[in-house]
């Protein structure tokens, strides 16, 4: 038993490291999914059809960042707990406004929170099941 546990706790901690984590209060996912896979498996286990734009690689234009920042903020757009965001200057982190926060995101990409999705609904920034459930009705 005490064996059985070890390796248990080894292979937990060999999932943890890959970044796999326990996912609790999303029904109908598999509970080891990725934590930055969650919101594309949420959609195809409600059976919602969307597409993914990696802004990431493919780049993002500044009117779609300020339509969006238009509808919930620049602020809840702007990732600030990202590195990329930290490894900034102090002087270009502060005197943030919407019109700078747009050029930072269109020039650094991974500093948009991720995921955003639009649809017909609201839209949302960041991943929350119930959310997502709410505005899509499911």
Known sequence: NARLLSSLRAF??????????????????????????????????????????????????????????????????????GTTFRKLPAAEREGIDADRAVALMVAQPSMIKRPVLEGAGPLLVGFKADAYAAALGQ
């Open 12 to 81: 937990y901690a060999w999932l943890l490291r890959r970044g796999v984590r326990h996912v609790t209060g999303t029904a109908g996912l598999d509970p080891l999914v990725p934590p930055r896979d969650l919101p594309r498996a949420w959609l195809e286990s409600h059976g919602v059809a969307h597409d993914f734009h990696d802004y990431k690689a493919k780049g993002i234009d500044a009117a779609t960042l300020k339509a969006w920042a238009g509808k919930v903020g620049w602020e809840k757009l702007l990732n600030r707990s």
